[in-house]
């Protein structure tokens, strides 16, 4: 296993949508391996592998509070009930959060690791982090639901955070 970089906005790649997996071989479960464990390594709560740079439809939730983290493949959301209003942040945006509209429970369904089709029905944090990553997987962040006006605002410190970083490498 390895512990993968994660990719900060404004990379560009943030913003592709996530090709289906056709095959689940062993490149996919080593990625869903590789992204438990950067997962853990970020105390995050899901992780898309975009966020890894990897345009594959596979996300990662650590479904609190229990500690498994459960791979999702080719996740959809087929139906969504009630809006609330909720507090968010990402691992692509380290520092900052926002509130966002999200449903009170989704129902999805997805291939598991062995190849399994897998229906489920989720509510509280699992809801929010099945929307969240299956976002990421269609190129979309929580900061698109933002007004434009905070949503430059995190970008633009992002990019000069990012910009810091480099001077000191250099
Ligand atoms: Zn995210």
Known sequence: MAILEIRIV???????????IKKIDDSIKTLALDMFETLQDAHGVGL??????????VIVISNAPE?????????????RKGKRSVSEGCLSFPGYSGIVTRSISVSARYIDEAGGKIKITASDLLSQA?????????????????SKLKKDMII???????????????
Not at 67 to 77: H, K, L, M, T
Request: glycine share 4%.
């Open 48 to 57: 898309a592998a975009n966020q890894v740079g990897v345009l594959k439809r």
């Open 67 to 79: 500690s498994d983290i459960v791979a999702y493949i080719n996740p959809e959301i087929t139906n």
């Open 156 to 170: 633009k410190k992002l990019v000069k955070q990012k910009k810091g970083i480099e001077r000191v490498i250099v």
């Open 10 to 20: 404004p990379d560009p790649i943030l913003k592709i949508k996530a090709h289906k």
């Open 130 to 146: 099945l929307e969240h990553e299956i976002d990421h997987l269609n190129g979309i962040l929580f900061i698109d639901y933002l």
